[in-house]
């Protein structure tokens, strides 16, 4: 029968053993994390970031740092060349690099905020898959990183929102078209995950309407979440234990919207 697959022992379906692999703001948070588990599993990372100090993130965790903000079109092509194989090819894209600032109510959201928000989180996303897709083979995946927000409420952080509706579309979209060449694509979609992000915007949010502290607090596991939540998500996603999920947004939120 067409599609039987081969029973690949367990260890051999999470070894990403010299997988190209590129994650962007992968210096500190989430994406720090995502970078230590695949680094872990065998791949060979490098992380796009345009915080200096990611380079020594980079180095501690045994990957490699390309100074990059996602939203220079010339930097982003570098960095994902510096990814590549010498061949060429990319394996994994891990579309992480993101930004939440407060937005605080729709009545004040200005149109530069907007467009600011939409520049970084949908369209500088949508290059680094569109580049990375040109140098991918089958057998390649993207993950892109959206949020809970994409799927529900987003009072007071409606800008954020939209945004990472977006890359739940694109992910959907992506998928169909690059699932063809054997190219997967997923979407990862956290909750409130305890990053040096969403600690340095604690109070600002807090004052723009969405306490943080309350939503840990109303979650059903009691807790944050940890970056390692959602790395072990997208450790699933770029291996083998995932290869008949495509399209799929994977939610990672100690079921605070059970
Ligand atoms: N932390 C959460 O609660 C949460 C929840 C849902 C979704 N997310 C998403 O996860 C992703 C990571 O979030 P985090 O909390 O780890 O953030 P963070 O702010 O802790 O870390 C983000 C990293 O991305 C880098 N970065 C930001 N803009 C960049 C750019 N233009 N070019 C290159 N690098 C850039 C930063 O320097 C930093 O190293 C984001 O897309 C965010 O929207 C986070």
Redesign the pocket.
Known sequence: MAGVIDQEPLPDLVDLAGRRTLV??????????ITTRLVEAGALVTI????P??AD?AREIGATFAA?????PGQLTRAIETACGDDGTLDILVN?????PTTGSMTEATDEFVHTMLD??VR??YSAAREAAKRMVSGACIIN?????ALGGGANISA?SA??AAVVALTRAFANELGPRGIRVNA?????????????EMEALKRGGLD?DAVIAANPLRT??Q?DH?ARAALFLACGLSSFVNGHVLVVDGGSRA
């Open positions: 962007t703001g992968g210096g500190k948070g989430i994406g720090r994390a796009a970031d345009f915080d100090a990611a993130a990059c903000d996602i939203t220079d992480n690099a993101g930004i939440f970084v989180n500088a996303q990183m959206a949020s809970i927000a954020y945004s990472k990862i979609a956290p909750g409130v995950i305890d990053t040096p992000g969403v600690q340095a943080i944050a979440g970056p959602v």
